[in-house]
Protein backbone atom coordinates (compact mmCIF):
# COMPACT_ATOMS: atom_id res chain seq x y z
CA UNK A 1 0.00 0.00 0.00
CA UNK A 2 3.13 2.38 0.66
CA UNK A 3 4.37 1.85 -2.60
CA UNK A 4 0.99 1.88 -4.59
CA UNK A 5 0.08 5.01 -2.35
CA UNK A 6 -0.03 7.34 -4.83
CA UNK A 7 -2.63 5.94 -7.64
CA UNK A 8 -5.31 7.21 -5.88
CA UNK A 9 -4.25 10.55 -6.53
CA UNK A 10 -2.90 9.85 -9.72
CA UNK A 11 -6.26 8.92 -11.72
CA UNK A 12 -6.72 5.88 -9.73
CA UNK A 13 -7.14 2.27 -11.08
CA UNK A 14 -10.50 2.10 -12.62
CA UNK A 15 -12.01 -1.63 -14.02
CA UNK A 16 -14.75 -1.92 -16.19
CA UNK A 17 -15.42 -4.90 -15.51
CA UNK A 18 -16.39 -4.30 -11.76
CA UNK A 19 -17.86 -1.26 -12.75
CA UNK A 20 -20.47 -3.44 -15.42
CA UNK A 21 -21.04 -6.17 -12.50
CA UNK A 22 -24.60 -7.17 -12.34
CA UNK A 23 -24.05 -6.31 -8.22
CA UNK A 24 -24.74 -2.68 -8.86
CA UNK A 25 -27.82 -3.10 -11.30
CA UNK A 26 -29.39 -5.14 -8.00
CA UNK A 27 -28.53 -1.86 -5.97
CA UNK A 28 -30.00 0.25 -8.87
CA UNK A 29 -33.41 -1.23 -8.81
CA UNK A 30 -33.57 -1.83 -5.14
CA UNK A 31 -34.80 2.15 -4.84
CA UNK A 32 -34.40 2.85 -7.81
CA UNK A 33 -31.77 5.22 -8.73
CA UNK A 34 -31.60 6.64 -11.90
CA UNK A 35 -29.88 8.77 -14.36
CA UNK A 36 -31.10 11.70 -16.60
CA UNK A 37 -29.56 13.55 -19.24
CA UNK A 38 -30.63 16.92 -20.10
CA UNK A 39 -27.79 17.99 -22.55
CA UNK A 40 -24.92 16.50 -24.75
CA UNK A 41 -21.18 16.93 -22.95
CA UNK A 42 -18.58 16.82 -26.04
CA UNK A 43 -15.26 14.56 -25.41
CA UNK A 44 -12.82 17.02 -26.67
CA UNK A 45 -13.17 18.94 -23.37
CA UNK A 46 -12.99 18.02 -19.71
CA UNK A 47 -15.83 18.52 -17.21
CA UNK A 48 -15.52 19.24 -13.45
CA UNK A 49 -19.66 18.02 -12.50
CA UNK A 50 -20.95 19.59 -9.01
CA UNK A 51 -23.16 16.52 -7.64
CA UNK A 52 -26.39 18.68 -5.15
CA UNK A 53 -27.19 17.14 -2.37
CA UNK A 54 -24.47 14.93 -0.41
CA UNK A 55 -27.35 13.67 1.29
CA UNK A 56 -26.82 11.05 4.18
CA UNK A 57 -24.01 8.86 2.04
CA UNK A 58 -24.68 10.35 -1.88
CA UNK A 59 -25.75 6.56 -2.51
CA UNK A 60 -27.27 8.55 -6.01
CA UNK A 61 -23.62 9.48 -6.93
CA UNK A 62 -21.99 6.23 -6.01
CA UNK A 63 -24.36 4.15 -8.52
CA UNK A 64 -24.30 6.59 -11.48
CA UNK A 65 -20.50 7.61 -11.49
CA UNK A 66 -18.85 4.61 -9.76
CA UNK A 67 -20.76 1.76 -11.99
CA UNK A 68 -22.56 1.74 -15.10
CA UNK A 69 -25.81 0.44 -13.24
CA UNK A 70 -27.85 3.77 -15.19
CA UNK A 71 -25.88 3.63 -18.22
CA UNK A 72 -23.02 6.42 -17.69
CA UNK A 73 -20.94 5.52 -20.84
CA UNK A 74 -24.16 4.74 -23.26
CA UNK A 75 -25.77 8.14 -22.07
CA UNK A 76 -22.57 10.05 -21.76
CA UNK A 77 -20.46 8.33 -24.43
CA UNK A 78 -16.59 8.89 -24.47
CA UNK A 79 -16.48 10.73 -21.31
CA UNK A 80 -14.82 9.08 -18.44
CA UNK A 81 -16.54 9.87 -15.11
CA UNK A 82 -13.55 9.99 -12.07
CA UNK A 83 -15.91 9.95 -8.30
CA UNK A 84 -13.97 11.81 -5.90
CA UNK A 85 -14.22 11.28 -1.93
CA UNK A 86 -12.19 12.16 1.22
CA UNK A 87 -7.96 10.80 0.81
CA UNK A 88 -9.15 8.91 4.21
CA UNK A 89 -10.67 6.42 2.43
CA UNK A 90 -7.41 5.02 0.51
CA UNK A 91 -5.76 4.10 4.39
CA UNK A 92 -7.54 0.95 4.41
CA UNK A 93 -5.74 -2.05 2.66
CA UNK A 94 -8.68 -3.79 0.41
CA UNK A 95 -11.11 -1.57 0.48
CA UNK A 96 -8.85 1.21 -1.64
CA UNK A 97 -8.56 -1.40 -4.07
CA UNK A 98 -12.49 -1.95 -4.17
CA UNK A 99 -13.04 1.77 -4.87
CA UNK A 100 -10.85 2.51 -7.08
CA UNK A 101 -11.97 -0.13 -9.52
CA UNK A 102 -14.98 1.98 -9.70
CA UNK A 103 -13.19 5.10 -10.95
CA UNK A 104 -12.88 6.70 -7.84
CA UNK A 105 -9.77 8.77 -6.66
CA UNK A 106 -8.98 11.22 -3.95
CA UNK A 107 -10.18 14.51 -3.18
CA UNK A 108 -6.90 16.93 -3.28
CA UNK A 109 -6.25 19.60 -5.54
CA UNK A 110 -3.37 17.43 -6.64
CA UNK A 111 -5.76 14.81 -7.83
CA UNK A 112 -8.58 16.75 -9.65
CA UNK A 113 -5.48 19.00 -11.86
CA UNK A 114 -4.21 15.39 -12.75
CA UNK A 115 -7.22 13.89 -14.10
CA UNK A 116 -8.84 17.64 -15.55
CA UNK A 117 -5.34 19.35 -16.69
CA UNK A 118 -3.67 16.30 -17.93
CA UNK A 119 -3.42 15.56 -21.51
CA UNK A 120 -6.42 13.21 -21.54
CA UNK A 121 -9.31 14.58 -23.12
CA UNK A 122 -13.19 13.83 -22.25
CA UNK A 123 -12.38 13.05 -18.45
CA UNK A 124 -14.81 14.20 -15.63
CA UNK A 125 -14.37 14.92 -12.36
CA UNK A 126 -17.61 14.48 -9.55
CA UNK A 127 -17.62 16.37 -6.95
CA UNK A 128 -20.31 16.58 -3.76
CA UNK A 129 -19.79 20.23 -3.33
CA UNK A 130 -21.64 20.72 0.02
CA UNK A 131 -18.97 17.96 1.80
CA UNK A 132 -19.96 16.03 4.78
CA UNK A 133 -21.10 19.14 6.30
CA UNK A 134 -24.30 19.20 4.34
CA UNK A 135 -25.04 15.84 5.46
CA UNK A 136 -26.31 17.86 8.62
CA UNK A 137 -29.17 19.14 6.26
CA UNK A 138 -30.28 16.09 4.73
CA UNK A 139 -33.83 15.75 6.16
CA UNK A 140 -36.63 13.87 4.42
CA UNK A 141 -37.47 16.34 1.97
CA UNK A 142 -34.99 18.84 2.32
CA UNK A 143 -33.42 20.95 -1.02
CA UNK A 144 -30.89 22.98 1.61
CA UNK A 145 -27.45 23.03 0.13
CA UNK A 146 -24.12 24.42 0.89
CA UNK A 147 -22.65 26.33 -1.56
CA UNK A 148 -22.24 30.25 -1.28
CA UNK A 149 -18.93 30.19 0.38
CA UNK A 150 -18.26 26.99 -1.57
CA UNK A 151 -15.59 28.26 -4.34
CA UNK A 152 -12.45 26.38 -4.16
CA UNK A 153 -14.28 23.71 -6.99
CA UNK A 154 -14.69 27.01 -9.35
CA UNK A 155 -11.19 28.20 -8.76
CA UNK A 156 -9.97 24.34 -9.94
CA UNK A 157 -12.36 24.61 -12.96
CA UNK A 158 -10.79 27.95 -14.24
CA UNK A 159 -6.84 26.79 -13.67
CA UNK A 160 -7.71 23.97 -15.71
CA UNK A 161 -10.08 25.05 -18.30
CA UNK A 162 -12.98 22.21 -17.02
CA UNK A 163 -16.38 23.04 -17.73
CA UNK A 164 -18.97 23.30 -14.86
CA UNK A 165 -21.66 20.59 -15.31
CA UNK A 166 -24.44 20.97 -12.04
CA UNK A 167 -26.60 18.30 -11.13
CA UNK A 168 -28.86 17.78 -8.78
CA UNK A 169 -30.15 14.42 -7.41
CA UNK A 170 -33.73 14.25 -6.11
CA UNK A 171 -34.36 12.18 -3.75
CA UNK A 172 -30.94 11.75 -2.33
CA UNK A 173 -32.00 13.34 0.91
CA UNK A 174 -34.93 10.82 1.19
CA UNK A 175 -33.70 7.82 1.76
CA UNK A 176 -33.15 7.92 5.92
CA UNK A 177 -34.49 10.02 8.38
CA UNK A 178 -32.47 12.40 10.55
CA UNK A 179 -32.73 12.69 14.17
CA UNK A 180 -33.65 16.59 14.31
CA UNK A 181 -30.73 18.97 14.76
CA UNK A 182 -31.95 22.44 14.10
CA UNK A 183 -29.03 25.16 14.27
CA UNK A 184 -28.25 26.14 18.02
CA UNK A 185 -29.68 22.72 19.54
CA UNK A 186 -27.02 20.50 21.81
CA UNK A 187 -26.79 18.20 19.04
CA UNK A 188 -26.18 20.39 16.27
CA UNK A 189 -23.03 22.36 18.61
CA UNK A 190 -21.80 18.93 19.33
CA UNK A 191 -21.81 18.09 15.17
CA UNK A 192 -20.11 21.23 14.33
CA UNK A 193 -17.19 21.06 16.75
CA UNK A 194 -16.62 17.59 15.27
CA UNK A 195 -16.57 18.96 12.04
CA UNK A 196 -14.57 21.95 12.99
CA UNK A 197 -11.57 19.98 15.13
CA UNK A 198 -11.97 16.36 13.47
CA UNK A 199 -12.80 16.99 9.66
CA UNK A 200 -16.03 15.25 9.99
CA UNK A 201 -19.66 15.47 10.84
CA UNK A 202 -21.70 12.51 11.94
CA UNK A 203 -25.06 12.75 11.65
CA UNK A 204 -27.46 10.51 13.77
CA UNK A 205 -30.17 9.08 11.14
CA UNK A 206 -31.88 5.73 11.01
CA UNK A 207 -33.34 3.67 7.61
CA UNK A 208 -35.52 0.52 7.67
CA UNK A 209 -34.74 -3.21 8.65
CA UNK A 210 -34.10 -6.62 6.82
CA UNK A 211 -37.82 -7.68 8.23
CA UNK A 212 -39.19 -4.24 9.79
CA UNK A 213 -39.83 -0.85 7.89
CA UNK A 214 -39.71 1.69 10.63
CA UNK A 215 -35.73 0.66 11.84
CA UNK A 216 -32.41 0.06 11.30
CA UNK A 217 -29.64 1.07 8.96
CA UNK A 218 -31.14 -0.63 5.34
CA UNK A 219 -31.86 2.69 3.09
CA UNK A 220 -35.56 3.36 2.73
CA UNK A 221 -36.78 2.32 -1.10
CA UNK A 222 -37.27 5.54 -2.18
CA UNK A 223 -36.53 6.52 -5.84
CA UNK A 224 -33.43 8.63 -6.91
CA UNK A 225 -33.17 10.17 -9.96
CA UNK A 226 -29.95 12.17 -10.72
CA UNK A 227 -30.71 15.17 -13.20
CA UNK A 228 -27.61 16.31 -14.97
CA UNK A 229 -27.67 19.77 -16.13
CA UNK A 230 -26.13 21.49 -19.61
CA UNK A 231 -22.24 22.32 -19.25
CA UNK A 232 -20.89 26.57 -18.43
CA UNK A 233 -18.04 26.83 -20.62
CA UNK A 234 -14.82 28.18 -18.76
CA UNK A 235 -11.83 29.12 -20.28
CA UNK A 236 -8.81 28.18 -19.04
CA UNK A 237 -7.05 31.08 -16.76
CA UNK A 238 -3.68 30.04 -14.52
CA UNK A 239 -4.15 32.32 -12.29
CA UNK A 240 -7.85 33.50 -11.74
CA UNK A 241 -8.64 36.58 -9.72
CA UNK A 242 -11.66 36.80 -7.25
CA UNK A 243 -13.86 38.34 -9.80
CA UNK A 244 -13.56 35.94 -11.90
CA UNK A 245 -14.09 33.23 -9.03
CA UNK A 246 -16.81 35.10 -7.76
CA UNK A 247 -18.52 35.31 -11.80
CA UNK A 248 -18.46 31.89 -12.69
CA UNK A 249 -19.53 30.93 -8.96
CA UNK A 250 -22.56 33.26 -9.59
CA UNK A 251 -23.20 31.74 -12.73
CA UNK A 252 -22.99 28.35 -11.55
CA UNK A 253 -25.23 29.22 -8.37
CA UNK A 254 -27.69 30.54 -11.45
CA UNK A 255 -27.54 27.43 -13.56
CA UNK A 256 -28.01 25.59 -11.02
CA UNK A 257 -31.40 27.07 -9.91
CA UNK A 258 -32.39 26.77 -13.32
CA UNK A 259 -31.88 23.13 -13.57
CA UNK A 260 -33.98 22.42 -10.21
CA UNK A 261 -36.85 24.77 -10.85
CA UNK A 262 -36.96 22.82 -14.41
CA UNK A 263 -36.98 19.39 -13.42
CA UNK A 264 -38.89 19.83 -9.99
CA UNK A 265 -42.31 19.09 -11.37
CA UNK A 266 -41.58 15.61 -12.28
CA UNK A 267 -41.37 14.68 -8.99
CA UNK A 268 -44.48 15.24 -6.78
CA UNK A 269 -42.47 15.79 -3.66
CA UNK A 270 -40.56 18.76 -5.11
CA UNK A 271 -42.55 20.42 -7.51
CA UNK A 272 -43.76 23.12 -4.46
CA UNK A 273 -40.18 23.61 -3.11
CA UNK A 274 -37.82 26.05 -3.54
CA UNK A 275 -34.18 25.16 -3.62
CA UNK A 276 -32.29 26.62 -0.77
CA UNK A 277 -28.76 27.88 -1.25
CA UNK A 278 -26.83 28.60 2.14
Not at 95 to 124: D, F, W
Not at 126 to 150: C, D, P, Q, R, Y
Not at 251 to 277: C, G, R
Request: hydrophobic content about 35%.
Amino acid sequence: MYYDRETPSRGGRRHDRFRRSSLWRYMRDYYPISLTKTAELKPNVNYLFGYHPHGIMSTGALCNFATEATGFSEKFPGIKPHLITLAGHFLFPVYREYIMQGGIISCTKESIAHVLAGPGQGNACILVIGGALESLEAHTGSTTILLKEKKGFIKTALRCGAHLVPLYSFGETDIYEQVPNPEGSKLRKLQNFLQRYFGFAPPIFKGRGIFNYSFGIVPQRRAIDTVVGAPIPVEKISEPTKEDIDKLHETYMKELKKLFDENKAKYPAYEDKQLIIM
